[in-house]
């Protein structure tokens, strides 16, 4: 080790400022969940404050002009070290010198760039639209959820297994009117569950426009999910738990007869129930992320989905 | 001037010799090797300093059985599990291979941190130090997403459902989640080739990195030099000059005041 010379140049001189600028973090973070406004505003000032100065107290050196003393001790740097002169060089030289920087420049991105763009563009650009056949309207009785469950893609399995909770609300004025949920939690995704009897034994499995649907009757009292504990009342809206806004819905069309599934889209909540409610409805986001004000802007754009 | 005749011993180190010289004239090799293992280091070194050389060998054993793995494994969505199942019940000693795998993710995980905890507690993260702190949280990281990532091959329902999370909480990032979540899953849903590029992330983008960034990470210890530990007398600077250099390093360390020998 070098021995300490006592002078210890590259530490900072002790200071108080970071203590008052984690008083001031920790007054924040309990003002935002006591009173975000008015504790939150003070801790906010605190450590703004103390972080200033804090960082004044840090970038002194830098910025004062350098101490005398070291100044004085400049010129005698060049008798210990000599400077070798720069060689001589021609235009050609410099020239040589750019060209294969430039030229390795642009062959190294002429392989680099389609690369990265196959890497990463695939996941944007290669999203289709889908729509699914649930079968004829008469397996939906009115005022009941019913369990839609099919692959979407049977080659690829289990793993494309996607989930409806499909209710048959009657009529709104001459329109029909479905409820359609799906069952990505929104918290983080996993799958939620009816709270209430399945009724297995009235299973019944369709073949709608080539897919095999699995229809099962339900009577939920609301759905739960069983990663983490989210629940849902028989709208979708959150009742308890981590998830951030109610369940996604689907869009629905009635072609000949039989119930499509369209997009899906986010809500944040609803009111009124069946055929009266209303649902704030927003473009389709991720698990796990707001879509109302405030913290919904921490998500402003959506990558394209269906 | 009487001509000894080689010894038994020396006749026999004789190839031995010949083919170091050899590679070291060509290479300057062997010169480096002993450079790296002679290099001095304070003689007040204590066992928690092992704890880098620990997680590298950890590294090394999951690098060693993962290439291993690779020769029976199968991403894809119809036969990930299948193969799973086979190294695990049918293939000789497969069972073995992929438990040190397995159980070496998480010794590898908890002695990286364990690395990072001596290093932040004997301060050696200071100056000069600094860069090599950041080449280590950066490893730290790189080694936290081959756990990610890996936990999904077995393609199973925790490991689906637990990368479901995981990737949802990426999405959760402000601003650019959403963006993260869906590179990661290669679409829209996890599928088919959410499991073949989180291979490929798992076996070659990451272990690359890692492999660059511990290069990188070596180079500048054995650069610095390695730190004494906090209590010792050379760190503090208060080493008495007539003391000998060279102490057995067995005495016990002195505590911060205690002048008193």
Redesign the interface.
């Known amino acids: ?1 070098q ?4 002078a210890d140049r ?2 900072p001189s002790p200071t108080i400022w970071p203590l008052g600028f984690a008083v001031g973090v920790v007054v924040l973070l309990v003002g935002l969940i006591v009173s975000p406004w008015f504790l939150g505003g003070i801790g906010l000032l605190i450590a703004i404050v103390f972080g200033a100065l804090w960082a004044r107290e840090a970038t002194r050196e830098v910025r004062a002009p350098a101490p005398a003393p070291e100044v004085e001790e400049e010129p005698a740097r060049p008798a210990h070290v000599p400077v070798e002169p720069e060689p001589e060089r021609y235009p050609r030289n410099k020239f040589l010198e750019g060209a294969t920087l430039g030229v390795g420049a642009v062959i190294g991105g002429m392989v680099a760039l389609p690369a990265l763009g196959f890497m ?1 563009l ?3 650009t ?2 289709k639209p889908y729509h699914v056949d649930l079968g004829p309207l008469d397996n939906f009785p009115e005022g009941k959820y019913v369990i839609s469950t099919f692959l979407l ?1 049977p080659e ?2 289990e ?2 297994r996607r989930t409806a909770f499909v209710r048959n609300n009657g009529f709104k004025g001459d329109q029909p009117s479905f409820t359609v949920i799906s069952n990505t939690c929104a918290h ?3 799958p939620v569950q009816a709270n209430g009897p399945v009724f297995d034994n009235q299973k019944k499995t369709i073949q709608a426009s080539g897919l095999e649907v699995t229809l099962i009757p339900t009577s939920p009292a609301g759905f739960g999910c069983p ?1 983490h504990g989210g629940q849902y009342d028989t709208e979708g809206n959150r009742t308890a738990g981590p998830p951030v806004r109610a369940l996604d819905r689907y869009e629905f069309s009635i072609v000949h007869g039989n119930l499509w599934l369209g997009r899906i889209f986010s809500v944040s909540t609803v009111t009124g129930t069946g055929a009266d409610a209303m649902i704030q409805k927003y473009t389709q ?5 707001h879509v109302d004000a405030p913290e919904g802007w ?6 394209p ?2 | 001037m009487v001509e000894r005749k080689p010894t038994k011993a020396q006749q026999a180190a004789a190839p031995v010799h010949y083919t170091l010289d050899w590679l070291e004239e060509r290479s300057g090799l062997v010169g480096g090797v002993r450079y790296f293992l002679f290099r001095n280091v ?1 003689h007040d070194t204590n066992w928690m300093q092992t704890l880098g050389s620990a997680t590298l060998t950890a590294f090394i054993v999951q690098a060693v059985t993962g290439v291993i793995l690779a020769m029976y494994y199968k991403p894809d ?2 036969n990930a599990y299948a193969s799973i199942q086979n190294i695990t019940n049918d293939v000789t000693l497969g069972w073995l291979v992929r438990g040190m795998h397995r159980w070496g993710a998480s010794v590898f995980i908890i002695l990286m941190f364990l690395h990072m905890a001596r290093v932040f507690l004997f301060g050696a993260y ?2 000069p130090r600094e860069l090599n702190w950041v080449i280590g949280v950066l490893l730290l990281t790189l080694g936290l997403a081959e756990g990610f990532t890996g936990y999904l091959l077995p393609w199973d329902n925790t490991a ?2 637990a990368t ?2 995981g ?3 990426n ?2 990032a ?2 650019l ?3 993260i ?3 990661l ?9 959410t499991l073949s590029r989180f291979y490929s992330l798992h076996m070659l983008v990451v272990p690359g990195a890692i492999i660059g960034l511990i290069t990188l990470h070596l180079y500048l210890v054995i650069r610095l030099g390695v ?2 530990p906090p209590w ?1 007398k ?4 208060t080493m008495e000059p007539e003391e000998p250099a060279g102490r057995s390093g067995l005495t016990q360390p002195v505590p911060r005041g205690g002048e008193a020998q």
């Not at chain 1, 986001?285 to 992320?289: A, K, L, S, T």
């Not at chain 2, 899953?185 to 080739?193: A, E, L, T, Y």
């Not at chain 2, 050379?234 to 600077?237: N, R, S, Y």
């Open positions: 080790m021995p300490d010379d006592g590259n530490q990463i695939p996941a944007f290669d999203v893609y690829q399995g793993v494309s983080l995704g996993c990663c986001h991720y698990p796990g992320q921490l998500y402003p754009l959506q990558p989905r269906y | 304070p969505p119809q200071k100056y689906y459902w479901t999370v990737i949802n909480i999405g959760t402000p601003f989640g959403p963006y979540a869906q590179f899953q290669g679409g829209n849903f996890i599928g088919p080739d730190t004494s010792s050379d760190a503090a600077g």
